[in-house]
Structure formats: C-alpha cells, structure tokens
C-alpha cells in the first residue's frame, strides 16, 4: 500500500512539473503572439531589462496558477472550475506585470496584456483539457486519489 501510494505521488509529481513546464512555454508563447498581433518590435523582448520582465511574467503567471489551483485538475477532476481558476489567475497576474512594465518604461499597448490573458488562457485549459481527453480514453485513473 504504502509503495503504491509513493509510486502514483511520483507520478502525479511529473504531470505537474510537465503542465508547469507546458505553461511557461505558453507564456513566451503568448506574448510573441502579441507583440507579433500588435505589430511590437520583439526584438527588445530577450535584451536583459525586457528579459528580466519576462522571467518575473512567468514567475508571476506560474506563481498564480499555483495558487488558484490550476495545477489539481488532474486529481479533483473539476473541469468546468478550472476555466475560471486559470482565467482569474491570468488577470490578476498581468496587473503588477503592467506596473513592472510602466516602472521599466517598457510600453505597450493596453491590447497587449488583453491578448496575453486570453492566449495564455487559452493554451493552459487547452493543454489541462487535451491531457483528460487522453486520461478519460486511454489513462486508467483512480478517482479514489482524486482529493489529493
């Protein structure tokens, strides 16, 4: 029991450092998306000022999807919530993204952290739903260690 109970926290373990890493990417993603939709040189993007706000945007965006619980979905099996959960995460991180932006006189247009919120959503339920679409058909799931 106990070996089980060690081997399924590995695995759940993985599929969340796997959804943390699919997000960062959906992060940069996003925001090339944007520069590239708003017509924004993003050139600037990997010099170190810009490079600095882009860590921090991702610390930010991850830190927050941790804390509305956007990385349990694969254990409470809740999947109209988590739409909710991600977006709300999204939007209350571009705020202090927006002010670290305006402190580094880095502007951009108000549309751009619009697109940011929506892509990001996007891709992160997208990837959360993609993953249970495949759990449902082909991932036998316990649904006894759906509280964890």
Not at 13 to 23: E, G, P
Not at 109 to 132: C, E, K, M
Request: charge should be positive; hydrophobic fraction near 50%; glycine fraction near 2%.
């Amino acid at each position: 029991m106990q070996v089980k109970s060690e081997v399924l926290n590995e695995k759940n373990t993985s599929k969340k450092v796997m959804t943390w890493a699919l997000d960062i990417c959906s992060i940069v993603l996003a925001m090339l998306i944007s520069s590239q939709l708003l017509k924004i040189d993003n050139s600037h993007i990997f010099r170190m000022k810009s490079l600095n706000t882009l860590i921090l945007y991702i610390v930010f965006n991850t830190s927050l999807l941790g804390i509305f619980n956007c990385y349990k979905i694969y254990f409470k099996f809740d999947k109209a919530g988590i739409i909710g959960n991600i977006f709300t995460a999204c939007f209350v991180a571009m705020l202090p993204i927006y002010l670290i932006d305006k402190t580094f006189n880095l502007p951009k247009s108000p549309l751009f952290y619009i697109f940011n919120v929506l892509i990001i959503s996007v891709l992160a339920v997208g990837t959360r739903y993609v993953y249970l679409l495949f759990a449902d058909k082909y991932i036998k799931v316990d649904k006894r260690d759906s509280n964890k």
